[in-house]
């Protein structure tokens, strides 16, 4: 099978526009996940903002709907100084996969989480887990 990899848009924000992720939102949940839930409670509660260092919630575009996140975070089981990051969040809308928007994605989030961590562990509701496993090597 020849997948053709569109373009997309992915950007790092500093705002959680609950009204703009609807559609996102309730596929999530259709799909039994309830991370987007957790990440808005902890959002409007002020307990997690991507503020840290290292820390970054990223939105996928096409055109100008958001049709995937993703987030990387400081390992809360590990210290700062371990250098140990957490992508989860990972969610791309099921109309766009197969598209290459997954892929961009990760390899966005990777890029981002070198400049601060030398270790990513992967949770297991981000869809490359089962292929690179529970954490991937930064310093390589």
Same mark, same amino acid.
């Given at each position: 099978?020849?997948?053709?990899?569109?373009?997309?848009?992915?950007?790092?924000?500093?705002?959680?526009?609950?009204?703009?992720?609807?559609l996102l939102k309730r596929e999530i949940r259709q799909k039994?996940f309830i991370f987007f839930d957790v990440l808005e409670r902890?959002?409007?509660?002020?307990?997690? =903002?991507?503020?840290?260092? !290292?820390?970054? #919630?990223?939105?996928?575009?096409? /055109?100008?709907?958001? $049709?995937?996140? *993703?987030?990387?975070?400081?390992?809360?089981?590990?210290?700062?100084?371990?250098?140990?990051?957490?992508l989860q969040n990972c969610y791309i809308l099921e109309k766009? =996969?197969?598209?290459?928007? !997954?892929?961009? #994605?990760?390899?966005?989030?990777? /890029?981002?989480?070198? $400049?601060?961590? *030398?270790?990513?562990?992967?949770?297991?509701?981000?869809?490359?887990?089962?292929?690179?496993?529970?954490?991937?090597?930064?310093?390589?």
């Amino acid at each position: 099978m020849l997948t053709v990899l569109q373009t997309c848009t992915i950007q790092q924000t500093i705002d959680l526009p609950i009204d703009s992720l609807n559609l996102l939102k309730r596929e999530i949940r259709q799909k039994g996940f309830i991370f987007f839930d957790v990440l808005e409670r902890q959002w409007l509660s002020g307990q997690c =903002r991507f503020d840290k260092p !290292g820390e970054g #919630l990223f939105f996928v575009y096409k /055109n100008t709907e958001i $049709i995937g996140l *993703g987030s990387v975070q400081q390992s809360p089981i590990a210290p700062p100084t371990a250098g140990i990051g957490l992508l989860q969040n990972c969610y791309i809308l099921e109309k766009e =996969r197969g598209k290459g928007y !997954g892929n961009q #994605l990760y390899q966005q989030l990777v /890029n981002f989480a070198k $400049i601060e961590f *030398g270790q990513l562990q992967i949770t297991q509701q981000c869809p490359y887990y089962e292929q690179l496993g529970p954490t991937v090597d930064l310093m390589s």
